[in-house]
T-cell receptor, first 114, second 110 residues
Framework: DGGITQSPKYLFRKEGQNVTLSCEQNLNHDAMYWYRQDPGQGLRLIYYSQIVNDFQKGDIAEGYSVSREKKESFPLTVTSAQKNPTAFYLC?????????????FGPGTRLTVT | QQPVQSPQAVILREGEDAVINCSSSKALYSVHWYRQKHGEAPVFLMILLKGGEQKGHDKISASFNEKKQQSSLYLTASQLSYSGTYFCGTEIGGAQKLVFGQGTRLTINP
């Protein structure tokens, strides 16, 4: 079955540590996205990538980093510079970054930093 | 540039109708609608393109008024399974990314 996988589902870290969230898709999609969702809030775009080896900052990129070395993988690193990292993180992909294509979402990773 | 959704929350009885609105201050290329159940990933409902078209499937439909930079989602004869939070995602100026509204929480009671 094609889809997007994110691991782990729950992640706990101590303040000051970097942590990497995994996102893999086997849909052969060109575009991939990372969103952050806080309780009762909408989805805010962190980073997105239209093609391998290229990515752009979204609206809240500070304190985060990404890489896109393979088409199917788009890991997100939450660095110690992110002031409030506890949130629900969603990865998504679409056929291309062009207009009008639906985004498919992974199940999400809930990150708690104490 | 975040679109504004209204209402923020609505409670209905099964079988009643609902309308959720999404307004932007920017010219829109397209509007996406998604539904999210608690603790789960958002699920795609539909996309509307420039041209003011109206789309729908089953008892959920939507319209897109390009001039007013607004979209509305219509849920008729609501079912218990329609409960969740609805988000509109707007594509502005061919930016090839979406900006999501804050969501509308829909509760359907028996």
């Amino acid at each position: 079955d094609g889809g997007i996988t994110q691991s782990p589902k729950y992640l706990f870290r101590k303040e000051g540590q970097n942590v990497t969230l995994s996102c893999e898709q086997n849909l052969n999609h060109d575009a991939m996205y990372w969103y952050r969702q806080d309780p009762g809030q909408g989805l805010r775009l962190i980073y997105y990538s239209q093609i391998v080896n290229d990515f752009q900052k979204g609206d809240i990129a500070e304190g985060y980093s990404v890489s896109r070395e393979k088409k199917e993988s788009f890991p997100l690193t939450v660095t110690s510079a992110q002031k409030n990292p506890t949130a629900f993180y969603l990865c998504a992909s679409s056929i291309s970054g062009g207009r009008s294509y639906e985004q498919y979402f992974g199940p999400g990773t809930r990150l708690t930093v104490t | 540039q975040q679109p504004v959704q209204s209402p923020q929350a609505v409670i209905l009885r099964e079988g009643e109708d609902a309308v959720i609105n999404c307004s932007s201050s920017k010219a829109l290329y397209s509007v996406h609608w998604y539904r999210q159940k608690h603790g789960e990933a958002p699920v795609f409902l539909m996309i509307l393109l420039k041209g003011g078209e109206q789309k729908g499937h089953d008892k959920i439909s939507a319209s897109f008024n390009e001039k007013k930079q607004q979209s509305s989602l219509y849920l008729t004869a609501s079912q218990l399974s329609y409960s969740g939070t609805y988000f509109c995602g707007t594509e502005i100026g061919g930016a090839q990314k979406l900006v999501f509204g804050q969501g509308t929480r829909l509760t359907i009671n028996p």
